[in-house]
């Protein structure tokens, strides 16, 4: 125990104090004992040990002998601190051990010499035994004196004292000056309390025998370190916290096992470095996320305190609070120990879209992969890098060879990028023009050509007296016209190339409410709105139609054709619009003489009638407030429970049970339901929704409540997607519900229904409340 020599351990002594009664001795001399200083049990004058209890065995009786004769060598003085005096009132049998001896006496020195004058300080009326006997034995548990005991090697214990043992609250010191408070049983420091060391130390929380255990709070005032958790067996065992330094900003939070970090925890290096995932003794090991000083990010797998296995690695990261998918460099794949080993993609940042996918040995590029350049084009080889340097050429691909030797060849900086560059691939918007040509036109033509081609001897006088014949069918050049078209339409870019770059910056950010300052990205979702704002809707071209467009062609690298929150680098951007202006203005027909063009006039159109008048008008609800409070994430887990893309039909049968189904009551709202925060891309390319209690990860993982929209007719739905749709409704019937939505789509109408039920809500209670009020007294019926 803390009151021995070693302050280490207490000899615990459960044993009784009854000695057998020698006739040959007085009654006092058989009862009284030898007080002294005690490892375990100390004794006390009360009297207690003077009734008759209950026996125990002869070995606990002879453990009491031997205790009771070591009290000399132990105990230097035993002073009782009287118990405040009662009222005067009737005379009751006393409840304690202490009430049996003589008030106001207080112990001398014991001497080493014990003798029966000093046995006489205690003595006793034998008769009151007798009625002390008769009291039930649960009364011992209860503290029976407080007495102040001064040990022979300098401790000193004030405090409860019962059964000769510490028990209850008091105050024990060492010689040393170290010094506890608070709660004793059996001689043992257990309960709550608080102990200091003269080192300036302190811990104050739960004990169990003489050891810190349970929770409690640990301060080291000198280092100005503290550590609030559990304690097993007096080490840090459980779940605490211990920060390392008076700042707060050198911690660790989280498990531990005996004074080792192992399991869950989060540790915070300094106010720029942090870690938090799995531990092994001290060791990170597991899935995890570390932050260091010069702001680099890792997520993943960790073996031995080094990134192991699958991970994402951002350089120059930082903390994001806006709707903006910022540009990051970073390498998403596998790692060996510490270094980028195996398959992985290598995002080059800057904006523009440049990647490298495949394979990396010992932190470099080595062996196949494929290089996405800023404008899209493709570089792939089975031997692309050596060592982090372009390999070999493979003579069995001529494509490879050649765009491999062209890249090689250039010198400038792989952030220098202009939109209308030789190696954007316009070629395919062509051919997909050509293919879209009328069929009986191009059938004419043909039959046109087939006819000159067998009459090639009437010579050029026959061909002039013909009249309906076009000199341009006569020297129409496939070749010639192909790069006629492309050249024209590389110049409609480029006329447009400044609007262009500012409507993709303002689309990328639309969302945001304060200024930023860094290059962001555009997603699809905010894509739709820029077609929703130009009325592509109005024409009657969906958005699943304009996704199912671009995502044929492979070359553009989309990854999922409806996905709202995949990036659209400015490259893609461009062919999504040219996709758009051949499906609405390209003519159906060969062009007319030149300058007259397929798809180049097409673009142009498009823009001026469509793109430019419509930038900026923000319609619907993601960009008036709703897509910054509105859990996105959530909202497109709902979406996809429909079906990805779903239909109107789709939306009108989830959005009511069924009627033959009695036992699937509809879901109601309730105000504690609502997640309250804001969308934004904190880390990464990741969009998170931060809820305002402070839970950024797992608030996402549950199902979104929302509100009832059963209250609703399906024609007050049918209604909200007319006004998408101008298709579905035709001379006020019902033409189509099988049309395709979005999730872009699907969130448009969702908002608005949400506001049309809030709204029938109210009037409903309005109403309700008018009715109770209007109610005349005078039709009330009268108690007789």
């Avoid at 104050?204 to 025998?209: A, L, S």
Wanted: aromatic content about 14%; overall charge neutral; glycine content about 8%.
């Amino acid at each position: 125990m803390y009151y021995v020599d070693s302050q280490k351990t207490l000899t615990r002594r459960e044993s009784s104090l009854v000695v057998e009664k020698d006739e040959t001795k007085s009654d006092y001399e058989a009862l009284s004992t030898a007080r002294g200083q005690s490892t375990a049990r100390l004794v006390s004058e009360s009297g207690a040990s003077l009734i008759a209890r209950q026996r125990g065995s002869v070995q606990r009786e002879l453990v009491t002998q031997l205790f009771e004769s070591m009290l000399d060598h132990i105990v230097e003085s035993w002073s009782v601190i009287e118990p405040p005096k009662p009222e005067e009132g009737p005379t009751e049998f006393p409840r304690t051990a202490s009430e049996l001896t003589l008030p106001g006496k207080k112990k001398k020195a014991i001497s080493g010499k014990s003798s029966k004058n000093k046995r006489s300080q205690s003595k006793i009326d034998l008769d009151n035994t007798q009625q002390e006997t008769a009291l039930p034995q649960g009364h011992w548990s209860c503290p029976d004196e407080r007495a102040i005991i001064k040990f022979r090697n300098g401790n000193l214990y004030e405090g409860s004292i019962s059964m000769k043992c510490m028990h209850g609250e008091g105050r024990f010191q060492w010689a040393d000056g170290t010094v506890y408070l608070g709660q004793f049983k059996d001689n043992e420091i257990r309960g709550k309390g608080f102990i200091q060391w003269k080192d300036d130390t302190w811990y104050e929380g739960q004990f169990v025998g003489n050891l810190r255990h349970g929770a409690g709070l640990y301060v080291d005032s000198r280092k100005q370190r503290s550590y609030a958790g559990g304690w097993f067996s007096g080490t840090k065992h459980g779940f605490g916290a211990i920060y390392y330094s008076g700042s707060f900003k050198n911690s660790y939070n989280g498990e531990w096992v005996s004074n080792v970090r192992h399991g869950f925890g989060s540790r915070e290096y300094c106010a720029l470095s942090g870690y938090k995932g799995y531990w092994d003794y001290y060791v990170r090991e597991g899935k995890g996320l570390m932050i260091w000083p010069n702001h680099d990010f890792y997520r993943g797998e960790w073996k031995n305190g080094v990134m192991s296995g699958y991970g994402i690695y951002i350089w120059d990261s930082y903390y994001n609070n806006d709707m903006s998918l910022p540009s990051i460099t970073a390498y998403r794949g596998n790692w060996d120990k510490g270094q980028r080993h195996g398959y992985g993609i290598l995002n080059l940042g800057f904006g523009l879209g440049s990647y490298y996918k495949g394979e990396f040995k010992n932190n470099n590029k080595h062996g196949p992969g494929t290089v996405i350049t800023n404008n899209g084009l493709i570089l792939q080889d089975k031997m692309l890098f050596i060592d982090d340097n372009f390999g070999p050429l493979n003579s069995n691909q001529e494509h490879n060879n050649y765009t491999l030797e062209c890249k090689r060849s250039q010198t400038q900086e792989p952030f220098e990028f202009d939109i209308c560059d030789q190696y954007i691939g316009l070629f395919y918007h062509i051919e997909q023009a050509l293919k879209e040509l009328d069929k009986e036109q191009e059938t004419r033509d043909m039959l046109i050509r087939e006819f000159y081609e067998n009459n090639k001897i009437l010579g050029s006088i026959s061909l002039q007296k013909n009249e309906n014949i076009k000199e341009n069918e006569i020297d129409f050049k496939f070749e010639e016209f192909l790069k006629f078209e492309e050249t024209s339409l590389r110049k409609a870019l480029q006329c447009y190339e400044i609007q262009l770059k500012q409507i993709y910056y303002k689309y990328a950010t639309i969302c945001n409410e304060e200024e930023i300052y860094y290059t962001p990205i555009l997603i699809r979702l905010y894509l739709w709105q820029l077609y929703f704002d130009c009325n592509i809707h109005e024409k009657h071209l969906t958005l699943v139609e304009i996704d199912n467009i671009f995502h044929a062609n492979p070359e553009w690298l989309a990854r999922s054709p409806h996905n709202p929150f995949e990036k659209i680098y400015f490259w893609q951007f461009l062919h999504g619009l040219i996709s758009i202006a051949r499906k609405l203005y390209a003519k159906r027909h060969l062009p007319e003489k030149r300058p007259d063009t397929i798809l180049a006039s097409a673009f142009r159109n498009f823009m001026d009638n469509d793109v430019l008048p419509g930038v900026g008008r923000k319609k619907g609800f993601l960009t008036s407030g709703y897509g910054l409070f509105v859990p996105l994430t959530g909202t497109y887990n709902l979406y996809r429970c429909l079906g990805e893309p779903c239909t109107v039909r789709d939306f009108l049968c989830a959005m009511k049970r069924p009627q033959h189904c009695t036992d699937l009551l509809q879901p109601t709202f309730r105000d504690d339901e609502v997640l309250l925060g804001r969308n934004a891309y904190v880390f990464g390319d990741e969009l998170t929704f931060i809820s305002e209690s402070a839970q950024l990860e797992d608030n996402t993982k549950e199902d979104l409540k929302l509100f009832n929209i059963g209250n609703l007719s399906s024609k007050a739905v049918i209604l909200f997607f007319s006004s998408i749709f101008p298709q579905i409704i035709k001379d006020d019937k019902i033409m189509s519900l099988d049309v395709k939505l979005t999730f872009f789509e699907f969130y448009q109408v969702l908002i608005a229904c949400v506001e049309e039920s809030i709204r029938l809500r109210n009037e409903e209670l309005k109403s309700q409340e008018k009715s109770t009020t209007s109610i005349p007294t005078d039709n009330l019926p009268k108690l007789k």
